[in-house]
């Protein structure tokens, strides 16, 4: 049973537009949202994230929108770059009993190629 | 060192011996996490370790898989008896504190089982 959903394996897109990446989850309980990156022989490396009382975050040229009635979360990333060609996770985590997110469940990725 | 470091980066073995898996976290990072990514998915949790607290295990596969960490470094995940659908990358993670979300990995040992 996969929470979380990334349904576009790859994505190609040209030096200078926008990058958009998808995200889907199911389960109503998360209620923080991460995007990692990661480059080939490298671990994961955090991105952006948003907690679930908002609606949108922007990092420079990252922003990650979500949509809570829709259970859906997405990355926009413009301008894009070719340094920006990686693997995409998108997480989520909800807060325990204790109050506390650190369990993430992440999608299978999504990968981003921008041509120069 | 800088980052969180892993060992060894290549692990092949033959499908029934044990193996260990090595973990140095970032110094001062309290929390500790080792997922793994099987070819083609996500990073699956599989343990938290998080100051002297009770770790995390919920994760964990089955009982051949077992981690320990000591006091708030280095921390080791055993496989025992291996199977091939141990095969993977395992990940391991720390943060300053549990619920951080800048977790910090490391490169990951991928592990092939023969």
């Known amino acids: 049973d996969q929470q979380v959903k990334q349904n576009s394996p790859s994505l190609s897109v040209q030096e200078g537009r926008i990058s958009i990446l998808n995200c889907d989850y199911t389960n109503s309980m998360f209620d923080y949202f991460l995007w990692y990156k990661k480059y080939p022989a490298e671990g994961p490396t955090f991105l952006i994230s948003i907690s679930s009382i908002k609606d949108k975050n922007e990092d420079g040229r990252f922003t990650v929108f979500l949509n809570k009635s829709a259970k859906h979360l997405s990355l926009h990333i413009v301008p894009s770059q070719p340094g920006d060609s990686a693997v995409y996770f998108c997480a989520a985590s909800a807060r325990n009993s204790g109050g506390s997110n650190y369990k993430l469940t992440f999608g299978k990725g999504t990968l981003l190629t921008v041509n120069p | 060192g800088a980052g969180v470091s892993q060992s060894p980066s290549n692990k092949v073995t033959e499908k029934g011996k044990d193996v260990e898996l090595r973990c140095d976290p970032i110094?001062?990072?309290?929390?500790l996490y080792w997922y793994r990514q099987r070819l083609g998915q996500g990073l699956e949790f599989l343990i938290y370790f998080q100051g002297n607290s009770a770790p995390d295990k919920s994760g964990l596969p089955s009982d051949r898989f077992s981690a320990e960490r000591t006091g708030e470094s280095v921390s080791t995940l055993t496989i025992q008896r291996t199977q091939q659908e141990d095969s993977a990358v395992y990940l391991c993670?720390?943060?300053?504190?549990?619920?951080?979300?800048?977790?910090?990995f490391g490169s990951g040992t991928q592990l092939s089982v023969l």
């Open positions: 993670a720390s943060s300053l504190w549990g619920g951080d979300e800048k977790l910090f």
């Open positions: 110094s001062g990072h309290t929390a």
